[in-house]
Protein backbone atom coordinates (compact mmCIF):
# COMPACT_ATOMS: atom_id res chain seq x y z
CA UNK A 1 0.00 0.00 0.00
CA UNK A 2 3.23 2.28 0.47
CA UNK A 3 4.60 1.30 -2.05
CA UNK A 4 1.86 2.06 -4.38
CA UNK A 5 1.32 5.58 -2.48
CA UNK A 6 4.92 6.25 -3.17
CA UNK A 7 4.79 5.34 -6.66
CA UNK A 8 1.11 7.42 -7.12
CA UNK A 9 2.96 10.69 -5.76
CA UNK A 10 5.54 10.58 -8.19
CA UNK A 11 3.11 10.81 -10.77
CA UNK A 12 1.06 14.05 -9.05
CA UNK A 13 0.32 15.02 -12.23
CA UNK A 14 -0.96 12.07 -14.09
CA UNK A 15 -3.15 11.53 -11.13
CA UNK A 16 -4.76 14.70 -11.23
CA UNK A 17 -5.79 14.46 -14.70
CA UNK A 18 -7.11 11.01 -14.03
CA UNK A 19 -9.43 11.93 -11.06
CA UNK A 20 -10.92 14.77 -12.88
CA UNK A 21 -11.56 12.57 -15.84
CA UNK A 22 -13.10 10.08 -13.21
CA UNK A 23 -15.04 13.07 -11.34
CA UNK A 24 -16.29 14.22 -14.95
CA UNK A 25 -17.72 11.16 -16.17
CA UNK A 26 -19.34 10.55 -12.83
CA UNK A 27 -20.72 13.94 -13.14
CA UNK A 28 -22.46 13.28 -16.75
CA UNK A 29 -23.38 9.56 -15.25
CA UNK A 30 -25.29 10.86 -12.52
CA UNK A 31 -26.83 13.79 -14.66
CA UNK A 32 -28.06 11.34 -17.41
CA UNK A 33 -29.02 8.59 -14.82
CA UNK A 34 -26.27 6.22 -15.72
CA UNK A 35 -27.03 2.74 -13.68
CA UNK A 36 -25.00 1.97 -10.63
CA UNK A 37 -23.29 -1.19 -12.82
CA UNK A 38 -22.16 1.30 -15.13
CA UNK A 39 -19.93 2.89 -12.92
CA UNK A 40 -18.69 -0.37 -11.70
CA UNK A 41 -17.74 -2.24 -15.00
CA UNK A 42 -16.47 0.64 -16.62
CA UNK A 43 -13.81 1.67 -13.26
CA UNK A 44 -12.58 -1.55 -13.09
CA UNK A 45 -12.34 -2.25 -16.09
CA UNK A 46 -9.81 0.99 -16.39
CA UNK A 47 -8.38 0.74 -12.68
CA UNK A 48 -7.49 -2.99 -12.80
CA UNK A 49 -3.88 -2.41 -15.74
CA UNK A 50 -3.71 1.36 -14.82
CA UNK A 51 -3.15 0.54 -11.50
CA UNK A 52 -0.84 -2.69 -12.49
CA UNK A 53 0.89 -1.03 -14.74
CA UNK A 54 1.68 1.64 -11.97
CA UNK A 55 2.40 -1.24 -9.46
CA UNK A 56 4.25 -3.33 -11.54
CA UNK A 57 8.45 -3.69 -10.76
CA UNK A 58 10.24 -1.68 -13.64
CA UNK A 59 14.07 -1.13 -14.55
CA UNK A 60 13.20 2.69 -15.51
CA UNK A 61 11.19 5.34 -13.45
CA UNK A 62 7.28 5.68 -13.66
CA UNK A 63 6.52 9.25 -15.34
CA UNK A 64 3.40 10.85 -15.77
CA UNK A 65 3.69 10.46 -19.75
CA UNK A 66 3.45 6.45 -18.81
CA UNK A 67 1.23 6.81 -16.63
CA UNK A 68 -1.01 8.68 -18.95
CA UNK A 69 -0.57 6.54 -21.84
CA UNK A 70 -1.80 3.64 -19.82
CA UNK A 71 -4.99 4.97 -18.50
CA UNK A 72 -6.06 6.44 -21.76
CA UNK A 73 -5.23 2.80 -23.45
CA UNK A 74 -7.20 1.27 -20.57
CA UNK A 75 -10.16 3.45 -21.69
CA UNK A 76 -10.32 3.38 -25.17
CA UNK A 77 -9.87 -0.63 -24.76
CA UNK A 78 -12.76 -0.80 -22.06
CA UNK A 79 -15.13 1.71 -24.10
CA UNK A 80 -14.43 -1.13 -26.81
CA UNK A 81 -14.56 -3.82 -24.84
CA UNK A 82 -18.14 -3.24 -23.56
CA UNK A 83 -19.30 -2.77 -26.55
CA UNK A 84 -19.85 -6.86 -26.56
CA UNK A 85 -21.87 -6.66 -23.24
CA UNK A 86 -25.43 -7.52 -24.83
CA UNK A 87 -27.46 -5.87 -21.93
CA UNK A 88 -29.35 -2.81 -24.00
CA UNK A 89 -28.59 -4.16 -27.20
CA UNK A 90 -31.81 -6.02 -27.59
CA UNK A 91 -34.32 -3.16 -29.24
CA UNK A 92 -37.34 -4.87 -29.79
CA UNK A 93 -40.44 -4.41 -27.81
CA UNK A 94 -42.81 -6.63 -26.15
CA UNK A 95 -46.44 -7.62 -28.01
CA UNK A 96 -48.74 -4.55 -26.91
CA UNK A 97 -51.43 -5.96 -23.95
CA UNK A 98 -53.87 -3.29 -23.89
CA UNK A 99 -54.44 0.30 -23.17
CA UNK A 100 -56.27 2.47 -21.10
CA UNK A 101 -59.51 3.73 -22.13
CA UNK A 102 -57.92 7.07 -23.30
CA UNK A 103 -60.66 10.10 -22.82
CA UNK A 104 -59.71 11.26 -25.98
CA UNK A 105 -57.10 10.54 -29.38
CA UNK A 106 -55.49 13.94 -27.68
CA UNK A 107 -54.74 12.36 -24.36
CA UNK A 108 -53.18 9.63 -25.60
CA UNK A 109 -51.59 11.50 -28.35
CA UNK A 110 -49.69 13.41 -25.55
CA UNK A 111 -48.87 10.62 -22.84
CA UNK A 112 -47.59 8.84 -26.16
CA UNK A 113 -45.35 11.84 -26.92
CA UNK A 114 -44.06 12.47 -23.09
CA UNK A 115 -44.14 8.77 -21.65
CA UNK A 116 -44.05 5.45 -23.92
CA UNK A 117 -40.54 6.37 -24.49
CA UNK A 118 -40.27 4.41 -21.31
CA UNK A 119 -43.51 3.24 -20.13
CA UNK A 120 -44.72 1.10 -22.75
CA UNK A 121 -44.22 -1.50 -25.18
CA UNK A 122 -43.50 1.03 -28.18
CA UNK A 123 -40.40 2.38 -27.40
CA UNK A 124 -38.40 3.86 -30.05
CA UNK A 125 -34.97 3.66 -29.22
CA UNK A 126 -32.36 5.94 -30.93
CA UNK A 127 -29.41 5.77 -32.89
CA UNK A 128 -27.16 6.66 -29.48
CA UNK A 129 -28.72 4.02 -27.85
CA UNK A 130 -26.51 0.73 -29.50
CA UNK A 131 -23.89 2.22 -27.63
CA UNK A 132 -22.23 1.41 -24.28
CA UNK A 133 -22.53 2.84 -21.54
CA UNK A 134 -25.68 4.82 -22.72
CA UNK A 135 -27.38 2.02 -24.45
CA UNK A 136 -27.56 0.62 -20.48
CA UNK A 137 -28.77 3.74 -19.40
CA UNK A 138 -31.33 4.33 -21.79
CA UNK A 139 -32.24 0.23 -21.22
CA UNK A 140 -32.53 0.97 -16.95
CA UNK A 141 -34.62 3.27 -17.38
CA UNK A 142 -36.94 1.55 -20.11
CA UNK A 143 -36.89 -1.50 -17.24
CA UNK A 144 -37.56 0.44 -14.52
CA UNK A 145 -39.97 2.55 -16.04
CA UNK A 146 -42.22 -0.71 -17.46
CA UNK A 147 -41.81 -2.10 -13.82
CA UNK A 148 -43.27 0.52 -12.42
CA UNK A 149 -45.81 1.63 -14.87
CA UNK A 150 -46.68 0.15 -18.29
CA UNK A 151 -49.48 1.69 -20.43
CA UNK A 152 -49.56 -1.14 -22.88
CA UNK A 153 -49.72 -3.89 -20.06
CA UNK A 154 -52.95 -3.00 -19.14
CA UNK A 155 -54.45 -6.69 -18.95
CA UNK A 156 -52.47 -6.91 -15.50
CA UNK A 157 -52.80 -4.17 -12.99
CA UNK A 158 -50.60 -1.40 -12.91
CA UNK A 159 -50.76 0.02 -9.49
CA UNK A 160 -48.63 2.65 -9.91
CA UNK A 161 -50.60 3.91 -12.82
CA UNK A 162 -52.98 6.07 -9.67
CA UNK A 163 -49.66 8.38 -9.74
CA UNK A 164 -49.68 9.09 -13.00
CA UNK A 165 -51.60 12.85 -12.97
CA UNK A 166 -49.29 13.56 -9.86
CA UNK A 167 -45.89 12.74 -11.14
CA UNK A 168 -47.20 15.27 -14.23
CA UNK A 169 -48.40 18.19 -11.78
CA UNK A 170 -44.88 17.42 -10.09
CA UNK A 171 -43.04 17.68 -12.87
CA UNK A 172 -40.94 14.58 -11.98
CA UNK A 173 -42.15 12.83 -15.34
CA UNK A 174 -40.88 13.05 -17.89
CA UNK A 175 -37.46 12.98 -15.65
CA UNK A 176 -35.42 15.63 -16.37
CA UNK A 177 -32.86 13.67 -18.21
CA UNK A 178 -35.21 12.71 -20.93
CA UNK A 179 -35.80 16.20 -22.61
CA UNK A 180 -31.89 17.52 -22.00
CA UNK A 181 -29.20 18.13 -24.65
CA UNK A 182 -32.53 18.91 -26.64
CA UNK A 183 -33.24 15.49 -26.75
CA UNK A 184 -37.28 14.10 -27.13
CA UNK A 185 -38.22 17.38 -27.51
CA UNK A 186 -42.07 16.20 -28.24
CA UNK A 187 -41.64 14.86 -24.39
CA UNK A 188 -41.53 18.82 -23.00
CA UNK A 189 -44.85 19.49 -22.56
CA UNK A 190 -46.09 22.98 -22.58
CA UNK A 191 -47.99 24.35 -19.60
CA UNK A 192 -51.25 24.56 -21.43
CA UNK A 193 -50.10 20.64 -23.06
CA UNK A 194 -50.00 19.31 -19.16
CA UNK A 195 -53.73 20.96 -18.51
CA UNK A 196 -54.93 19.71 -21.48
CA UNK A 197 -53.22 16.55 -20.79
CA UNK A 198 -54.78 16.39 -16.74
CA UNK A 199 -58.02 17.19 -17.62
CA UNK A 200 -57.77 14.11 -20.22
CA UNK A 201 -56.24 11.77 -17.87
CA UNK A 202 -58.82 12.82 -15.09
CA UNK A 203 -61.57 12.01 -17.93
CA UNK A 204 -59.90 8.53 -18.29
CA UNK A 205 -60.37 6.84 -14.74
CA UNK A 206 -57.64 5.22 -12.97
CA UNK A 207 -54.69 7.96 -13.30
CA UNK A 208 -55.18 9.15 -9.89
CA UNK A 209 -55.93 7.51 -6.16
CA UNK A 210 -59.60 8.56 -6.13
CA UNK A 211 -60.44 6.83 -8.78
C1 LIG B 1 -36.82 8.35 -19.67
C2 LIG B 1 -37.80 7.37 -19.29
C3 LIG B 1 -39.11 7.85 -18.70
C4 LIG B 1 -40.06 8.66 -19.26
C5 LIG B 1 -40.03 9.32 -20.62
C6 LIG B 1 -41.13 8.75 -18.31
N1 LIG B 1 -40.83 8.00 -17.20
FE1 LIG B 1 -42.02 7.66 -15.61
N2 LIG B 1 -40.55 6.56 -14.70
C7 LIG B 1 -39.33 6.29 -15.25
C8 LIG B 1 -38.51 5.59 -14.27
C9 LIG B 1 -37.09 5.13 -14.49
C10 LIG B 1 -39.31 5.43 -13.12
C11 LIG B 1 -38.93 4.77 -11.80
C12 LIG B 1 -37.93 5.52 -11.02
C13 LIG B 1 -38.37 6.89 -10.64
O1 LIG B 1 -39.37 7.05 -9.96
O2 LIG B 1 -37.66 7.85 -11.03
C14 LIG B 1 -40.59 6.04 -13.42
C15 LIG B 1 -41.67 6.08 -12.55
C16 LIG B 1 -42.93 6.51 -12.88
C17 LIG B 1 -44.12 6.35 -12.07
C18 LIG B 1 -44.20 5.66 -10.73
C19 LIG B 1 -44.21 6.65 -9.61
C20 LIG B 1 -42.84 7.16 -9.31
O3 LIG B 1 -42.65 8.40 -9.30
O4 LIG B 1 -41.93 6.35 -9.11
C21 LIG B 1 -45.15 6.92 -12.76
C22 LIG B 1 -46.61 7.00 -12.33
C23 LIG B 1 -44.61 7.45 -14.00
N3 LIG B 1 -43.26 7.18 -14.05
C24 LIG B 1 -45.34 8.12 -14.94
C25 LIG B 1 -44.80 8.74 -16.06
C26 LIG B 1 -45.57 9.62 -16.91
C27 LIG B 1 -47.03 9.95 -16.73
C28 LIG B 1 -44.72 10.02 -17.90
C29 LIG B 1 -45.00 11.01 -19.01
C30 LIG B 1 -45.54 12.29 -18.62
C31 LIG B 1 -43.41 9.38 -17.67
N4 LIG B 1 -43.51 8.65 -16.52
C32 LIG B 1 -42.29 9.50 -18.47
C33 LIG B 1 -38.92 6.62 -16.52
C34 LIG B 1 -39.60 7.44 -17.40
Not at 29 to 44: D, H, K, R, T
Not at 49 to 70: D, G, M, Q
Not at 192 to 198: F, N
Amino acid sequence: MRKLFGMLLQVRLAVAVIAGFALAFVAVGVLIGMPPFAYIVIGLLIAAPTLFYIYKPRESALTNAKALTVFFGATVATLLIIQFIPYGKDHSNPPVNGEPAWSTPRTRELMVNACFGCHSNSVEYPAYASVAPISWTVQSHIDEGREKVNYQEWNSRQREAEETIEVIKEGSMPPRYYTMFGKHSEAKLTDAEIAELIAGLLATGGMNEND
